[in-house]
């Protein structure tokens, strides 16, 4: 599944008092929106990590995302 980020995006994830927050800008949460639609229409089992490695600002949480029937 190749993502396709909107330029300028932003998106950081982090715990507070066992609750996870997830901050974006708008172009954030479009491009996650539009992450989320392509795992909706695939099989079950697929999923995306993604952290401050892999497209999340510094200091964030891993955030995996999961299709599950």
Do not use: P, Q
């Not at 795992?39 to 600002?57: F, M, Q, V």
């Amino acid at each position: 599944m190749k993502i396709e980020w909107i330029d300028g995006f932003r998106i950081s994830v982090r715990t507070e008092n066992d609750v996870t927050v997830i901050s974006a800008n708008k172009e954030g949460l479009l491009s996650l929106a539009e992450i989320l639609k392509r795992i909706a229409e695939e099989e079950s089992g697929t999923h995306l990590h993604l952290d401050e490695h892999n497209s999340l600002e510094d200091g964030s949480k891993e955030l995996i995302i999961e299709k599950h029937d």
